[in-house]
Each structure stands twice: as C-alpha cells, then as structure tokens.
C-alpha cells in the first residue's frame, strides 16, 4: 500500500479520534475532580493576582499549586452567584419563595412540633431564673401556666411566621445562602449540569468523532499534496480547537429557532428549555433554596442577628400571655428585674425552637414541591436569551481552556501520527 493510500485511510480515522478524545476529556475536565488534586507550590497563591487574568483562571494556578480541579466544581460559589443573578433571581424574590412554602403550614408544623418542647422550656427557665417562686406555687397554678403557655402558643406562633414573611427580604439574601452552599456542597454544581445536560453531553463526545472524522478528510488530501512534515500537527491543532468550539456552539446557538432550508436549526438546551426547566427547579427546590436552608440561613447566616430580633420580639409577649390576670400578682412577688430576665429567657430560647422544626426532612420534601413548581413555570416563561445566559454565563469565561485542551490534543495526535506513519523522505 502507497504512503499517499495510507495517508488518506489514517488521517481522518485519527482525527475523528482527536475528536472523540479531545471531547470526552474535555467533558471530564469539566467535572473532576471535585476537590483539588496536585502539588501546591510555596509563594505562588501570592503571585497568582499579577499574573495574566486568564492565567488566573486555570483550575490549579488559583489554588496555587500545579493539579487540576474540574471547572465547574472550582467555580461552584461564582456559579452560585450567577444562578442567582441570571437565575433564581429573576424566578423570584425571597418574598415570594416563603410565600409559596405556605408559612400556614409552616405554622402548623412548628406548632406540632413544639407544643412537647414548651413544658420543659417553661420549667428549664423557671427553674434558673426564679426556682424558690417557681417551686412555692401550687401545682394547680403551675399547670394553669403550662396550659395557657399551650393555649397562647399557636397565636405566638403565627405571629411569628407572619413577621418572617413581612420582613423576609431584610433578613434573608437568597444569593448568599446559595453561594455559601455551592461552597460547601461543590458536587452539587456537577448535578445540575449533568442532570439537565446528560443528553448534550453524551452528543458532545459522539459528535467529537464524526466532525474530527469529516475534517479529516481534506486533511489527508491536503498533505498528500503538500509535503511538508509540520502541517498535519497544524491541521491537527485546528481540528481539535473547531471540534469543541462548533460542540459548544451547537448546544447553545442559535438560541432563537431558525428554519434553514426546510431544517429546524436552535441550541440543543434551548430545544429542551422546557424539559431542562423542570430538572433545574427539581434539583433547586429539592437541595438549594428549601426549608431547611432558608432555616439555617436565617438562623446563621449574615442577617441571623435580624432574624433572632425579630422572633425574639415576637416572643417577650408570650410570658405576659400566659401568665394572663396574674400578671401584676407575679410581677410584684418576682420583682420587676427578675420578671424581665424571664421574659427575656423564654423570647431567647424560643428562637431555636421556632426554627429548628424546619429541618424536617418530610416536611421538607412536602413543601419543596410548591417551590418547584414555581421555579418551573418561571424558567418555562423565561426569554430565550435569558434561559441561555442562565446556563451559559457560568461556563463563559473558561470555554477558552476547553479550546486550548483541544488544540494541545490535536498537535499531540498529529505527532503521533507522523511517528507512526512518518512521511516519505
């Protein structure tokens, strides 16, 4: 068999492996390692602000060491922020989200779950704060205060559920909540990419081998004509930048729908925005922005001391409530700065038990799906433009090293290939 014969048998076949290579390599540098892997190198995060902006960038280089990161879990607390900027923000404010966990049920809830905790709060402050009153009433007046802290309670509750829906913009910043759990939860970044784009990345690699195989076709025309031993290295750096540049491109582009000769053309996630809208709400209501975050959030995130003011306004009263005509009797025999301290005890301690029912798994998975639904229809209304920038924003800025992956690639294959198969002389 002529070299000129094998070359044109070997090139495409080893372009379309570039492709195939250079496209499911690039899809796993996307999403591992989760965690960093490598050396770190003494001195370089210092360095790594003056160095060139994509340098930067490089998953490794930023954590000052030599290893690599998958992208998008090394961008998971940016990819945060931008789901909530381009995302969840649009799809609605912290208002609207409580709303639609129905603080009713939430009231409810609390209410069930607390009623058993009460008694003992009320004993357990009791007990510290003014144990000789406390074991000098009669039982029969002990049991009236349990039942009318028991009576007050639903009221007390309500009120407090009320008071977190009227002010949960000012206590609760959604982006910080979601940023601080992409931090701490990186493998959740990778879910949602691979949840919603299974299909796209499963193209993603096919595809790599089909359009590495057709431009490899002229390719091994090209250098049968010309005889020069660094062009296949050349093309073979070409083939794999275009190869996951146009595997980009086709998921995302043309975000309208286009007819182009009969044929429908539009990005592959933007064909399925409605399919896609449901997994991300899913995977949104179900792990990210439910109960049991905005809870945590409330109770330790950066607006926590609004939050525990607020409940604990809301709950001072409960003591006046409960002790109901006795009051000035009780105020009188405490002394005022001890009937305070009590007050104070219960607005304090009742914070945590507010709060921590919200925890509920159960409860939870019930009320999430009101949030899902939400996010659904917003995402299903969303703009095409919007709905691609939402997914795409978060990738943007580090497509360039996926291109670059190919290319390094490409020149490696075509490497191999005059080593293989090196050119007549």
Same mark, same amino acid.
Do not use: C
């Given at each position: 068999?002529?070299?000129?014969?094998?070359?044109?048998?070997?090139?495409?076949?080893?372009?379309?492996?570039?492709?195939?290579?250079?496209?499911?390599?690039?899809?796993?540098?996307?999403?591992?390692?989760?965690?960093?892997?490598?050396?770190?190198?003494?001195?370089?995060?210092?360095?790594?602000?003056?160095?060139?902006?994509?340098?930067?960038?490089?998953?490794?280089?930023?954590?000052?060491?030599?290893?690599?990161?998958?992208?998008?879990?090394?961008?998971?607390?940016?990819?945060?922020?931008?789901?909530?900027?381009?995302?969840?923000?649009?799809?609605?404010?912290?208002?609207?989200?409580?709303?639609?966990?129905?603080?009713?049920?939430?009231?409810?809830?609390?209410?069930?779950?607390?009623?058993?905790?009460?008694?003992?709060?009320?004993?357990?402050?009791?007990?510290?704060?003014?144990?000789?009153?406390?074991?000098?009433?009669?039982?029969?007046?002990?049991?009236?205060?349990?039942?009318?802290?028991?009576?007050?309670?639903?009221?007390?509750?309500?009120?407090?559920?009320?008071?977190?829906?009227?002010?949960?913009?000012?206590?609760?910043?959604?982006?910080?909540?979601?940023?601080?759990?992409?931090?701490?939860?990186?493998?959740?970044?990778?879910?949602?990419?691979?949840?919603?784009?299974?299909?796209?990345?499963?193209?993603?690699?096919?595809?790599?081998?089909?359009?590495?195989?057709?431009?490899?076709?002229?390719?091994?025309?090209?250098?049968?004509?010309?005889?020069?031993?660094?062009?296949?290295?050349?093309?073979?750096?070409?083939?794999?930048?275009?190869?996951?540049?146009?595997?980009?491109?086709?998921?995302?582009?043309?975000?309208?729908?286009?007819?182009?000769?009969?044929?429908?053309?539009?990005?592959?996630?933007?064909?399925?925005?409605?399919?896609?809208?449901?997994?991300?709400?899913?995977?949104?209501?179900?792990?990210?922005?439910?109960?049991?975050?905005?809870?945590?959030?409330?109770?330790?995130?950066?607006?926590?001391?609004?939050?525990?003011?607020?409940?604990?306004?809301? =709950? !001072? @009263? +409960? &003591?006046?409530? *409960?002790? %109901?005509? =006795? !009051? @000035? +009797? &009780?105020?009188? *025999?405490? %002394?005022?700065?001890?009937?305070?301290?009590?007050?104070?005890?219960?607005?304090?301690?009742?914070?945590?038990?507010?709060?921590?029912?919200?925890?509920?798994?159960?409860?939870?998975?019930?009320?999430?799906?009101?949030?899902?639904?939400?996010?659904?229809?917003?995402?299903?209304?969303?703009?095409?433009?919007?709905?691609?920038?939402?997914?795409?924003?978060?990738?943007?800025?580090?497509?360039?090293?996926?291109?670059?992956?190919?290319?390094?690639?490409?020149?490696?294959?075509?490497?191999?290939?005059?080593?293989?198969?090196?050119?007549?002389?």
């Amino acid at each position: 068999m002529s070299a000129e014969t094998l070359n044109l048998i070997t090139v495409p076949l080893f372009m379309g492996a570039i492709g195939y290579t250079t496209n499911w390599s690039g899809v796993w540098m996307l999403f591992n390692p989760v965690h960093f892997r490598g050396t770190r190198i003494p001195g370089l995060r210092a360095l790594v602000p003056l160095l060139p902006r994509k340098i930067q960038q490089i998953p490794g280089v930023m954590h000052g060491g030599i290893g690599w990161q998958g992208i998008i879990p090394s961008r998971a607390a940016k990819m945060g922020s931008i789901s909530v900027d381009k995302g969840i923000a649009k799809l609605g404010s912290p208002s609207e989200f409580y709303q639609q966990l129905e603080p009713d049920k939430i009231a409810e809830h609390i209410l069930e779950t607390a009623r058993g905790d009460m008694r003992q709060m009320v004993e357990r402050i009791m007990e510290r704060e003014h144990p000789e009153l406390w074991h000098d009433l009669p039982p029969r007046v002990r049991e009236t205060v349990h039942a009318r802290v028991q009576e007050q309670l639903p009221n007390i509750v309500r009120q407090v559920t009320d008071a977190i829906g009227t002010h949960t913009d000012q206590i609760l910043d959604i982006k910080l909540m979601v940023i601080r759990y992409f931090e701490e939860h990186p493998e959740m970044a990778n879910r949602i990419f691979e949840e919603i784009g299974h299909k796209e990345l499963k193209f993603i690699t096919n595809f790599g081998f089909f359009f590495g195989f057709l431009l490899g076709i002229p390719v091994a025309f090209l250098t049968n004509a010309i005889h020069l031993w660094w062009l296949l290295p050349l093309m073979g750096i070409i083939v794999g930048y275009a190869t996951n540049l146009v595997a980009i491109y086709m998921i995302f582009q043309p975000i309208e729908e286009r007819r182009v000769f009969g044929f429908r053309l539009q990005g592959l996630f933007m064909k399925r925005q409605q399919e896609v809208a449901e997994v991300y709400a899913k995977i949104v209501a179900d792990d990210i922005v439910n109960l049991n975050n905005i809870g945590e959030e409330l109770l330790q995130g950066p607006r926590s001391d609004r939050t525990r003011k607020l409940i604990e306004t809301s =709950m !001072r @009263p +409960a &003591v006046d409530r *409960a002790i %109901g005509p =006795m !009051r @000035p +009797a &009780v105020r009188v *025999a405490m %002394g005022r700065r001890q009937y305070d301290a009590i007050r104070e005890s219960v607005a304090t301690e009742a914070v945590e038990y507010t709060m921590t029912p919200l925890a509920d798994p159960a409860f939870n998975k019930r009320q999430s799906t009101a949030i899902k639904t939400l996010i659904t229809s917003r995402m299903r209304e969303m703009a095409p433009a919007d709905f691609s920038e939402m997914l795409r924003t978060a990738i943007r800025e580090d497509e360039w090293l996926l291109y670059l992956h190919g290319a390094v690639l490409g020149l490696g294959a075509g490497l191999l290939h005059l080593l293989i198969f090196p050119p007549p002389s």
